[in-house]
């Protein structure tokens, strides 16, 4: 299995990555790091403080993921681009959610291959370098282009599924992830 690195800035989208680090690590046995640009303590948009993550360091193997962060629809934005353009180069499959696809934009990985994000518009408003509006597919799940995986922010148990299946896991083992996590919604009755 591949060692999947996630990548954290202040003001992080926990929710975003709870399905993947959660169930990944307690489930499926993933090896799954937290890093940062810089290192150190990095707290969430909701207040979760992580005292201590690594420096974030290029990667030779393994998945790259992007969380989500309101830091990354302002300036100044964190240094990552460059980082994220040699793991892809390096062989490594580079994961978005939400504000992380503005990212992956940024890094002009997107500019080649099928992707989703919040939408076209968030694209191209927070990555004005974004050229790859040709190969954006408009849908409420995780999409996979060759070794660039993408998400809206509500979509983080399809997110999940595809990062844990590019890191090794059977890709039917990983489903089990999106039926745990919609079971609730299953028959459910509005009133």
């Known amino acids: ?18 399905p993947l680090a959660g169930l990944g690590r307690a489930f499926y046995g993933a090896e799954i790091a937290f890093a940062s640009p810089t290192g150190g303590q990095i707290t969430s948009v909701a207040g979760l403080s992580i005292a201590n993550t690594d420096r974030f360091k290029v990667p030779e ?7 989500g962060s309101p830091t990354f629809e302002t300036d100044p934005l964190p240094e990552i681009e460059a980082g994220l353009l040699q793991a892809s180069r390096n062989g490594c499959v580079v994961a978005g959610i939400c504000g992380g696809t503005a990212m992956l934009a940024r890094a002009g990985l997107l500019d080649h291959v099928q992707h989703t994000s919040n939408t076209l518009g968030y694209l191209e408003k927070h990555a004005p370098s974004y050229a790859g509006s040709a190969h954006y597919i408009d849908q409420p ?23 844990l299946s590019a890191a090794g896991i059977d890709r039917p083992a990983a489903e089990q992830i999106r039926l745990m996590l919609g079971k609730e919604h299953i028959g459910q009755r509005t009133s």
Do not use: H, K
């Open 141 to 163: 799940s995780a999409a996979r282009g060759e070794n660039i995986i993408t998400a809206p922010a509500p979509a983080p148990a399809s997110f999940a599924v595809e990062v």
């Open 61 to 67: 193997r393994g998945v790259v993921v992007v969380c």
């Open 1 to 18: 299995m591949l060692p999947i690195i996630i990548l954290l800035t202040q003001q992080y989208s926990d929710w975003e990555i709870a």
